[in-house]
């Protein structure tokens, strides 16, 4: 009630508030997009962790009905960690072929298999605050492989990404980008990669949509944009992310422009 009584005045506040509102917007748009990256930042286990083989984890959890043959390797510690499989049926969700755990919940490094992706989890600092873990897919990777086929996958760092292979086959800058904060809240884990790729821009535009709004020829505002821009192109490595992809980009420029061609039809329909 009182938002939407009070709503004119932060629509149309009077000048130069907007510029400063705008600037405000941009702060709020980098520290979100900034924490993503210090919550996502992967968690591998000490070298000394436990490894457990197709693990029964829950029932939240298929239980991979293959056979894993042998694991060389740890993540982080001697890379590649390449796992040997005796293929199973292909599994409806989530089933883990190997779980590299150092400690009580939650759990650490799970290398899975879902459908015919194959699949990385980290542990995170997202998981100690209640929030969700996105995964890291390689997509179709074990489509041509059939129950009783033996398979070879590997997963190695790259950067601030991962790499995974499944057979001579590697899916490399697997990682996470600024645009993939609203995963934290809701993760999808079987929408396909466009759409993925849609929301994480849609979610850089919505934290754009304040300096289109309230952006003014002012010098607050000039900041704001500089706040964005620097935040967007060099902020990524900071905080252990990839390099913000062109499409999220384009999302921030979308998300300014269409707030800024709003606020111009809002004011030539609304009375003198």
């Not at 995974?164 to 884990?189: H, N, R, S, V």
């Not at 192109?233 to 062109?246: E, F, H, R, S």
Request: net charge positive; with cysteine; glycine share 12%.
């Amino acid at each position: 009630m009182l938002l939407t009584r009070t709503a004119p005045r932060w629509l149309t506040p009077p000048a130069p508030l907007p510029a400063w509102l705008s600037l405000g917007s941009a702060l709020a748009a980098a520290t979100i997009w900034l924490a993503t990256g210090f919550v996502l930042r992967p968690m591998l286990p000490a070298p000394d962790a436990i490894e457990r083989w197709t693990p029964d984890l829950g029932s939240h959890m298929d239980l991979y009905r293959g056979r894993v043959l042998s694991v060389t390797g740890r993540l982080g510690v001697a890379e590649p960690l390449r796992i040997i499989v005796d293929a199973g049926r292909p599994p409806g969700r989530l089933a883990p072929l190997l779980d590299v755990d150092d400690g009580p919940w939650p759990a650490g490094t799970l290398v899975s298999v879902d459908r015919s992706d194959l699949v990385l989890r980290n542990r995170s600092r997202s998981m100690y605050l209640t929030l969700d873990r996105p995964d890291l897919r390689a997509y179709g990777a074990l489509a041509r492989v059939a129950p009783g086929d033996t398979f070879t996958m590997a997963a190695w760092t790259d950067g601030n990404g991962y790499c995974l292979a499944a057979g001579p086959k590697q899916w490399c800058g697997l990682g996470y980008t600024m645009g993939d904060g609203w995963k934290l809240i809701f993760y999808p884990e079987h929408f396909p990669p466009g759409a993925l790729r849609l929301l994480n821009a849609l979610w850089i535009a919505g934290w754009c949509l304040g300096l289109g709004w309230w952006g003014r020829r002012h010098a607050a505002t000039g900041v704001a944009i500089a706040v964005v821009a620097l935040t967007l192109l060099t902020g990524p490595p900071l905080v252990a992310l990839l390099a913000t992809p062109w499409s999220e980009i384009a999302g921030a420029v979308g998300g300014v422009a269409g707030a800024w061609w709003v606020r111009r039809r809002y004011r030539a329909l609304s009375p003198p």
